[in-house]
């Protein structure tokens, strides 16, 4: 097991690039493969997680040329892929698992998804059960709700569905077997969730309309390969912008970052506490809408987190449960139920975590209530092998008294591969 410790930082300063957004990296993989044509992707994650989506599709026929700086992706069509010849393993990523579940169950042959162990005990029905009422079969571990996941792909039938949740990972399953299925398919949620799936299906020609709770397809129509860039990840740069705001005397610019209005509750949330975060060059690329991020040091304020704030910034609450640890008075995060089940109960992996290092953590069924603290104290913690919580723990290391060791740190591979180095490059020591 690795382990990474950190010391207490004097400032954060700089400027730098994140990685490229990972969910839409993974969605470039998907529709680019089943678009007639070429497809060219510049700034893709290549992360373990987006690279498990990148070998199933390989594996089921997809030509994917890298060359370390694009990915040129030669579009099968809708019906184009092939059978692979074994079982497709999508590591550590729910993502993969999820969306290529919906894609899977529309093709014309049988297919197997399984992944590591934490994914393994990921809840999956779901996403089986709208499939199912779609007409897919779809058989899995414990009664359809944990993989390996067996698909034998049929013929669909469009479906009008409600989510009990909000969640994008549900949504866009869904939508990708809309694009087999005959009639139109239309998902609403209680809070919309994050839209690159819609976004990106309407830059490759699918016939899609969005409506305030949903979205609606109608299947059968070809998509277009396309370019795409893709921005980086506002969750990624999610750590550096908190460690920006908690370290005294900072102030750092973070380069070409997406601003999904769906994506950055972070940013609504940490200014709702006092941070100060600018965004400048405003632009869009690939339709997705871009901007650079400039972050001061700031003194930030407790405040209470729920409602529709919550889906809009769903992978970054670890790091936000940092900065409000920091924050003076009282935090309170609730209607966020959703993180018990990411690739750790994260509720309770903060909560233990941050007790840890000396901060009052009352968990609830739904959430946390916390009181924020001068410094962290130091000491060491558990990542539970989830790369949100080690890197979130490597960022309260940067505001502790004390050295923090932070054990399972190969787990922030799946999708920030360079991100010890970077904060080594802008943390003053």
């Known amino acids: 097991m690795q382990t990474y410790s950190i010391k207490p930082a004097k400032a954060i300063r700089g400027e730098i690039t994140v990685p490229g957004d990972k969910s839409i990296s993974h969605r470039s993989i998907m529709l680019g493969s089943i678009a007639r044509g070429t497809t060219t992707v510049c700034g893709f994650l290549r992360g373990e997680d987006n690279m498990a989506t990148l070998n199933a599709f390989r594996a089921m026929g997809v030509e994917i040329r890298d060359d370390g700086e694009t990915l040129r992706i030669e579009g099968q069509g809708l019906h184009g892929l092939a059978e692979p010849a074994d079982i497709l393993d999508c590591g550590n990523s729910g993502t993969s698992m999820r969306l290529m579940t919906g894609l899977l169950a529309g093709q014309r042959f049988f297919s197997v998804l399984t992944g590591d162990q934490y994914l393994r005990n990921r809840p999956m029905k779901r996403v089986l059960e709208p499939l199912q009422r779609m007409g897919a079969t779809i058989f899995g571990r414990a009664g359809g709700d944990k993989a390996?996941?067996?698909?034998?792909?049929?013929?669909?039938?469009?479906?009008?569905?409600?989510?009990?949740?909000?969640?994008?990972?549900?949504?866009?399953?869904?939508?990708?077997?809309?694009?087999?299925?005959?009639?139109?398919?239309?998902?609403?949620?209680?809070?919309?969730?994050?839209?690159?799936?819609e976004r990106m299906l309407r830059y490759f020609g699918a016939d899609i309309e969005t409506f305030p709770s949903g979205v609606r397809l109608r299947g059968g129509r070809q998509l277009e390969g396309r370019g795409i860039t893709v921005p980086g990840d506002i969750s990624s740069a999610a750590f550096f912008i908190v460690a920006a705001l908690i370290v005294p005397g900072s102030e750092l610019l973070i380069k070409g970052?997406?601003?999904?209005?769906?994506?950055?509750?972070?940013?609504?949330?940490?200014?709702?506490?006092?941070?100060?975060?600018?965004?400048?060059?405003?632009?869009?690329?690939?339709?997705?809408?871009?901007?650079?991020?400039?972050?001061?040091?700031?003194?930030?304020?407790?405040?209470?987190?729920?409602?529709?704030?919550?889906?809009?910034?769903?992978?970054?609450?670890?790091?936000?449960?940092?900065?409000?640890?920091?924050?003076?008075?009282?935090?309170?995060?609730?209607?966020?139920?959703?993180?018990?089940?990411?690739?750790?109960?994260?509720?309770?992996?903060?909560?233990?975590?941050?007790?840890?290092?000396?901060?009052?953590?009352?968990?609830?069924?739904?959430?946390?209530?916390?009181?924020?603290?001068?410094?962290?104290?130091?000491?060491?913690?558990?990542?539970?092998?989830?790369?949100?919580?080690?890197?979130?723990?490597?960022?309260?290391?940067?505001?502790?008294?004390?050295?923090?060791?932070?054990?399972?740190?190969?787990?922030?591979?799946?999708?920030?591969?360079?991100?010890?180095?970077?904060?080594?490059?802008?943390?003053?020591?």
């Open 257 to 429: 970052v997406g601003v999904n209005p769906t994506r950055t509750g972070i940013i609504d949330i940490l200014t709702a506490m006092g941070a100060a975060i600018t965004m400048v060059n405003s632009r869009e690329i690939s339709g997705e809408p871009v901007a650079d991020l400039l972050v001061r040091s700031s003194k930030l304020n407790g405040i209470e987190i729920g409602g529709d704030l919550v889906p809009r910034a769903i992978d970054e609450f670890p790091v936000i449960c940092v900065a409000a640890s920091c924050a003076s008075g009282r935090t309170v995060i609730r209607d966020a139920r959703e993180l018990r089940v990411k690739e750790t109960d994260r509720i309770a992996a903060m909560a233990v975590n941050l007790g840890k290092i000396g901060v009052n953590v009352v968990e609830t069924e739904d959430g946390m209530e916390l009181e924020g603290v001068e410094r962290f104290a130091g000491g060491t913690v558990e990542s539970f092998g989830d790369h949100r919580i080690a890197m979130s723990l490597l960022i309260a290391g940067l505001a502790a008294r004390n050295e923090i060791t932070v054990n399972d740190v190969e787990c922030i591979a799946t999708s920030f591969p360079n991100f010890t180095s970077l904060l080594e490059k802008v943390a003053s020591p």
């Open 148 to 197: 390996p996941l067996a698909i034998v792909g049929r013929e669909l039938a469009g479906i009008s569905y409600s989510s009990p949740v909000s969640s994008a990972q549900v949504k866009s399953a869904i939508l990708l077997a809309g694009l087999y299925a005959d009639g139109d398919t239309e998902v609403s949620e209680p809070h919309l969730s994050r839209d690159h799936s």
